[in-house]
């Protein structure tokens, strides 16, 4: 019989619906996802511009149309070297938001006109307002007022930093989120983190000193962008995100593909045969850069130029809302640019939201969520949808320990950026550094330098490996170090920490001061030190005296976000020279201590982790997959009920069996309208052949298969699986089944123990005694014989002496004597008024054993009765002879004696009472050789008969 | 059968009875003493116990079959979950082992794996929890609630369960039961042996998650009690599918083996980046949503949807188990 039937089709239908559905649902589920189609339209644009606006200029725009108009526009400006195809993706994704989004190539970029003047007021700026004048003529857009349009800008970088000034110069921009830019490029190309006043009380700000080091390494990559030269001054992938797992589609941590020079195919060609040294500059930007790369300190023409087209010549007016998104890695304009932007901004009155991200210019662009966030903000301020974004401050950690493959970002938020306006000044731990004061070199020409970061190639290092930290190298003789002790427990740094030197020139005095780089590690336990995001702070000291005497001054340290392990230090590094600076060239000697009592300040910023709204949904969910679960068992239970059926006409009759059949899938038919009756007190064998349907019928008797019609009753109740009723039944059928790993009378016990019954209905004692396994009761059953399997299996059928026993071939692998004394038992256990099933196979058995009989075949009843009226055949005796004749005749002869038939050698008669003794006395009377004398067999000559045909067959 | 008259077995069987009791031990002479029989018979014939009106002997309650004390004591009893509660307690020390040793000062990576799982005890145990959540945990769960019915079945003694009776439901919830309770103790013992260990070689200090996280050690028992809990109740789906098969098979092996398999290819498409959102429906997406717990903050929503997915997969497989094998027929 197959293990698992043939499903029906009402099953297979059944699972092609539920397919059906599933795989529907997950369709309209996912259907959500279809992006909103968005039209284009490419435009050259003659805009005035200039001072007075009266200079036309050519610009290369494209128009990015949602589904639905009027709606808001966005302007979407690129960074330095791209061009607006390089914003394409963004200005798309703003579009499929429902803005109307407009990109263009700034002047000096791609396929624009003009020069480069670094978003000077007068060009750059005045450019964009005339795009908002633009914007204002179309009706696709939303207007606030005549010549007003909504419209939003944003950008990343030098688009961030032009996002900015266009918002203090033009009041009609209703909402801005500037991107990785600058607040000062002054400050950012050539920093002073020197300070000797008091910072400011936000977490990442910097003091801003005058008379800083020059970056030499980010500016000659941006003054390559401008000659051309794109790719390495703008981040391309994405930064990592929390919930970003590693996954090669759309993470920098893949990898960033750097973009060919000419800034890909809407870049103009490269001026490979220009002379110009200047390339697409103006005049005075290409003054001003010549001035600072050639001498390392830039000139007040240079800090005024520099200052002019820097956001913060107009910070001061920017009264819109603003969200500003700062990188973490970032060594180019560092997250105290931001900060300096968010406290200028605020003072300003404008609602201010602080974002710092994983990425930046080391790291890569804003990640599809902080993108989504972007466009909330301007959902929220261009016409009011969706939730207030608010005014908070979040930042994303990322782990300083990694499980493979697992998402290493959170983001912690906090109501507002600490230190902006009302808010709570940026909270600072205290941190005791320890170390000598030491002397350091500073080599003659500056070389070999320190390395602490690989611009324009941090990205491509950076989240690639865990390398851009580690690529950190101090020379020796060149930095000096102070160190923490170990860390109690983890202590997440969210700002620039401040520290006190002391420095004195040793190589009599630096009239100019003394150039030197800060740098905070994380150093672990091991001795692996890193550097979070890369980030140094440069800084000249005051002038130094010639006498050897001390200074004192504070630092601003870099700002990163970096979580401190327990047992990892924190060091303080200040080294004389570092390879993406200009340092100066002469040889010089300082020796730096902490200043007395200074410890490091390091700013932390506490929060709540940002998540997703509450989980109700799923919790719903789970009741109503718990609440559909309890109606099916409920409704079970109910089912189970109904299945009672009691005849109480019938409830002394051990069974009946009425018009009983088991038909299997493919026709066969197992038994076949099966009735009998079993009474009380009887041993009752079931014979058959093998085949013929005695097994099936005892599992139908046991609740163990359903039968296709009729039914059977036990005492009157009808069986069912788990009928009640069945507990007055033992049972034994088709093999013995124990638990192999436990001993015999363990078994025993466990299995009247699972019966739940009381344990001294079971007489185990008795039951194991006719088992008569010894001490063999004890080991294993797996150690066991066949043979002892059976008679345990009898044993437990025999557990509680049940009313109706019933036992499948039970003489199958015993031995004679064994067999004997299982006929023995089973007679006198019907003795004592209780009732034994039997089925067997064999006629001598049945014979032997039994007082009633039942003979199926092929699934139905071919006779029943006393055992005593069919083997015996009432009182006839068969006879092999020599000479059937003689012995027929000499039978015929004995008075009595009648219908003797002839049958080859056998003479079968009746002999009505007549002893056989008498029979064949008269048989070897008359000379007739007897071979065999028994009585007649009629039930044997019909079985065998049967058993014949099955084996013919 | 060659014996037909009665008077030589009873002989060759008094032979029988001489030598067995000398040799109790030898199969061929194991035989049934006829003073048993007369016991016996003494025995049943006074003893008549009535029955009740639904037709049950006396003394016989279905809401009393197989307790849950039997059914543990039968599955406890095997060897097989001795030696893998066994291996759940190794475990730990074997991991320990193999941190301790595999790793020479140089190939230490600073920040790494190896660096996060013995940063502290609570570290060790959520690396713990991770190398066993992928394969062994469900592994486990699989075995319980597979083998349960389809180990009987193999055995044979699944019809002598039914024949009891013991209401078909009735035997699937309590073997259900069982199965939970070995597996959760499994899913108990293993952390609770990886934080001993870890207190023991690591000391009791902050839990870093990998996003750099760190809760103190307190707050971390307290997440791992969440974790151990949110671990069962996602693994419901193993519990489930692991049960269907169990009661529509009669090989243990082909359950167990089923459902793991069907944890695998889960894992597998799940580790398919391009099939997005469908990702959600797999069962395993969510197992590791626990480690959301090593937080300062706790974020319940990825938790949240892996327990109802867990549960609704479990309800499914678990309602087409009882409706399966309340009309199976027992063949075994």
């Known amino acids: 019989m197959p293990s698992i039937p043939r499903p029906r089709p009402r099953q297979i239908a059944t699972a092609l619906v539920v397919v059906a559905v599933a795989a529907g649902g997950l369709v309209w589920l996912n259907a959500g996802d279809e992006p909103p189609p968005v039209t284009t339209r490419d435009a050259f644009l003659t805009l005035q511009s200039g001072p007075d606006r009266t200079e036309p200029v050519r610009v290369d725009t494209t128009l990015y149309l949602p589904e639905t108009t009027p709606a808001p526009a966005v302007l979407v400006a690129h960074g330095f070297g791209g061009s607006k195809e390089s914003v394409d993706s963004d200005a798309r994704e703003l579009a499929q938001r429902g803005f109307v989004a407009l990109a263009w190539s700034a002047r000096g970029f791609g396929r624009s006109e003009g020069q480069i003047a670094l978003n000077d007021p007068d060009y750059e700026v005045n450019d964009a307002r005339a795009l908002v004048d633009w914007l204002a003529t179309l009706p696709e857009v939303t207007k606030d007022g005549p010549d007003d349009p909504k419209v939003g800008v944003t950008g990343g970088s030098y688009g961030g930093a032009l996002s900015l000034l266009l918002a203090g110069s033009d009041k009609r921009v209703d909402a801005l989120a500037p991107v990785i830019t600058y607040n000062d490029l002054g400050q950012a190309l050539l920093p002073n983190s020197a300070g000797t006043s008091q910072v400011a009380r936000t977490a990442a700000a910097n003091p801003y000193s005058a008379d800083g080091v020059f970056k030499r390494s980010w500016a000659g990559i941006f003054f390559a962008a401008g000659m051309g ?36 195919s809407g870049g103009r060609q490269p001026q490979s045969g220009s002379a110009d040294p200047c390339g697409r500059f103006t005049a005075a930007v290409c003054k001003a850069y010549a001035q600072v790369a050639t001498t390392g300190r830039a000139d007040q ?68 969520e902080l993108r989504g966030e972007i466009a909330d903000w301007f959902d929220f301020h261009l016409r009011g949808q969706g939730t207030d974004p608010g005014t908070g401050f ?50 003659p020409g500056g070389n070999p330098a320190s390395i602490s970061s690989m611009p324009g190639l941090g990205s491509v290092l950076g989240s690639s490996s865990r390398l851009a930290g580690r690529i950190a190298i101090d020379l020796p003789g060149q930095a000096a170090r102070f160190r923490s002790e170990p860390m109690t427990g983890q202590l997440l740094i969210a700002g620039a920490s401040t520290v006190g030197l002391r420095v004195a020139s040793a190589t009599g005095g630096a009239p100019d001061g003394a150039v030197l780089f800060a740098k905070l590690y994380d150093v672990g336990p091991d001795g692996v030190r890193t550097l979070p995001g890369s980030a140094i702070s440069a800084l000249r000291t005051p002038p130094l005296p010639a006498d050897g005497s001390a200074v004192e001054f504070s630092v601003s340290l870099p700002a990163i976000v970096r979580p401190v392990e327990a047992d990892h230090r924190v060091e303080l590094v200040v080294s004389t020279t570092d390879q993406a600076y200009a340092t100066p060239v002469e040889a010089a000697a300082y020796r730096i201590a902490l200043a007395p009592g200074a410890e490091l300040a390091v700013p932390v910023v506490t929060g709540s982790r940002s998540s997703s709204a509450p989980p109700a949904g799923p919790l719903i969910g789970i009741g109503v997959v718990l609440g559909v679960v309890v109606l099916a068992v409920v409704w079970g239970l109910l089912r189970r009920r109904r299945e009672d059926d009691v005849d109480a006409s019938l409830a002394d009759v051990p069974l009946v069996i009425d018009g009983l059949s088991k038909s299997y899938p493919g026709g066969l038919k197992a038994v076949n309208t099966l009735s009998f009756r079993v009474e009380s007190g009887q041993v009752l064998g079931l014979l058959g052949p093998n085949g013929a349907g005695k ?14 019609e009729g039914s059977i009753r036990v005492f009157g109740h009808r069986i069912h699986p788990g009928a009640p009723v069945l507990s007055r039944i033992g049972s034994f059928v088709e093999g013995a089944g124990f638990l192999p790993h436990l001993s015999g009378r363990a078994n025993l016990e466990l299995y009247w123990a699972a019966t739940g019954r009381p344990r001294e209905h079971a007489h185990f004692a008795e039951a194991l005694e006719i088992a008569g396994l010894g001490t063999a009761v004890e080991r294993k059953v797996r150690t066991y014989s066949q043979g002892m399997r059976q008679r345990l299996a009898i044993a437990q059928a025999m557990l509680g002496f049940p009313d109706l026993m019933v036992l499948d071939e039970p003489t199958n692998g015993l031995d004679p004597p064994q067999i004997h004394q299982m006929r023995e038992v089973l007679r006198r256990y019907a003795a004592t008024g209780r009732t034994v099933v039997v089925s067997s196979h064999l006629l001598a058995e049945v014979e032997q054993a039994c007082d009633h009989v039942v003979v199926m075949h092929k699934g139905r009843l071919v006779a029943s009765g006393a055992v005593d009226d069919i083997v015996a055949g009432g009182g006839e005796a068969t006879f092999r002879v020599d000479d059937p004749a003689a012995a027929e005749a000499a039978l015929r002869a004995v008075g009595g004696v009648r219908d003797v038939v002839v049958e080859g050698s056998l003479v079968h008669a009746d002999l009505d009472g007549l002893p056989r003794s008498t029979a064949l006395a008269a048989l070897v009377t008359a000379g007739v050789a007897v071979e065999q004398a028994g009585p007649r067999r009629r039930l044997e000559d019909a079985f065998l008969q049967l058993v014949g045909e099955e084996s013919s067959a | 059968m060659s014996d037909n008259g009665n008077q030589a077995p009873s002989v060759r069987s008094g032979g029988a009875k001489a030598t067995g009791s000398a040799v109790a031990e030898n199969v061929s002479t194991v035989h049934t003493d006829p003073a048993a029989i007369d016991e016996m018979v003494s025995a049943a014939s006074h003893e008549h116990v009535g029955s009740g009106s639904d037709g049950a002997v006396e003394g016989f309650r279905q809401g009393r079959t197989l307790p849950l004390r039997v059914e543990l004591a039968r599955q406890l009893r095997r060897r097989r979950t001795q030696l893998l509660l066994g291996f759940l307690v190794l475990l730990p020390f074997i991991l320990w082992a193999a941190f301790e040793f595999g790793t020479s000062g140089n190939a230490r990576r600073s920040g790494g794996f190896v660096d996060l799982a013995t940063a502290s005890a609570p570290n060790f145990v959520v690396f713990v929890l991770f190398a066993a959540g992928s394969f062994l945990l469900p592994m486990i769960v699989a ?50 042996v990886a934080l001993l260990v870890g207190v023991i070689f690591y000391g009791a200090g902050e839990a870093v998650s990998p996003t750099g996280d760190a809760i103190a050690f307190s707050d971390s028992l307290l997440a791992m009690v969440f974790a151990v809990a949110y671990i069962a109740v996602n693994l419901l789906w193993v519990a489930g599918l692991a049960l269907l098969l169990s009661v529509a098979t009669d090989a243990p092996l082909g359950a167990v083996g089923g459902a793991v398999l069907v944890s695998i290819l889960s894992q597998i498409l799940d580790q398919i980046t391009a099939l997005e959102g469908i990702r959600d429906y797999l069962p395993t997406h969510f197992a590791f949503a626990w480690s959301d717990l090593i937080s300062t903050d706790i974020d319940w929503s990825n938790m949240a949807k892996g327990a109802f997915s867990a549960v609704t997969f479990a309800a499914v497989f678990g309602l087409l188990a009882a409706r399966r094998f309340r009309t199976k027929d027992i063949t075994s």
């Open chain 2, 143 to 192: 075995l319980f609630f597979g083998d349960t019915i389809a180990s009987e079945a193999s055995w044979s003694s699944l019809k002598y369960l039914l024949a009891m009776p013991i209401p078909r439901g009735r035997l699937l919830r309590q073997k259900a039961v069982t199965s939970g309770l070995l597996s959760l103790l499994a899913l108990v013992l293993l952390p609770a």
């Open chain 1, 301 to 368: 023409a240079t800090v005024d130029l520099l200052r002019r087209v820097s956001p913060v010549s107009v910070t001061g007016k920017v009264t819109q809302p603003t969200m500003i998104v700062q990188g973490e890695q970032d060594t180019l304009f560092g997250l105290d640019q931001a900060d300096a932007t968010a406290r200028q901004v605020s003072a300003a009155g404008a609602p201010v939201k602080v974002v710092w991200y994983t990425g930046g210019h080391d790291g890569g662009k804003p990640g599809p």
């Open chain 1, 394 to 443: 979040e930042y994303a950690v990322q782990g300083a320990l990694r499980a493979q493959g697992a998402p290493s970002v959170r983001t912690v938020s906090t109501g507002s950026y600490p230190g902006l306006g009302d808010s709570a000044v940026a909270e600072r731990r205290e941190l005791a550094l320890s170390g000598q004061e030491q002397t350091v070199v500073n080599p």
């Open chain 1, 695 to 708: 097994t099936t019928t005892l599992r139908m008797l046991m609740g163990l298969i359903q039968p296709t």
């Open chain 1, 229 to 264: 030269a794109a790719g390495l001054a703008d981040p391309t992938g994405d930064a990592t995100e929390p919930g970003t797992e590693d996954d090669a589609s759309n993470s920098a941590t893949a990898g960033v593909a750097v973009p060919e020079p000419s800034g890909g």
